[in-house]
């Protein structure tokens, strides 16, 4: 019996573990300013002036868009992205999953 409760702990307990995982990646959306590409980091500006590092996992996602050369810097975008827990080698706080222009 003792056995059977042990293991239903454990099952739990790694299960509620990858729910915690799953709810960490959590889609953010927001109008900001492109400052500047550099290093296959993309550079914004919130609202309040606050600098937003993103990276992108697929380039498809801003193909249509010339952020590398500079000519779109001081433009505002609504984009969207996973917020992601900042890793030691990385400086982004998330990864983008969509961009558009504002007028």
Do not use: H, R, W
Not at 34 to 45: A, H, K, L, V
Not at 69 to 88: H, I, Q, R, S, W
């Amino acid at each position: 019996m003792k056995t059977l409760i042990t293991l239903f702990s454990i099952f739990l307990i790694s299960f509620s573990g990858t729910t915690i995982n799953e709810s960490s990646a959590e889609l953010v959306q927001d109008q900001l300013v492109f400052d500047g590409y550099e290093g296959n980091y993309y550079f914004f500006s919130d609202e309040n002036y606050q600098a937003v590092v993103l990276e992108v996992s697929n380039q498809e996602t801003v193909k249509n868009y010339d952020l590398i050369n500079g000519n779109l810097e001081g433009k505002v975008f609504k984009v969207a992205y996973t917020a992601t827990e900042n890793p030691d080698n990385s400086s982004a706080i998330g990864i983008i999953q969509s961009i558009k222009p504002l007028p």
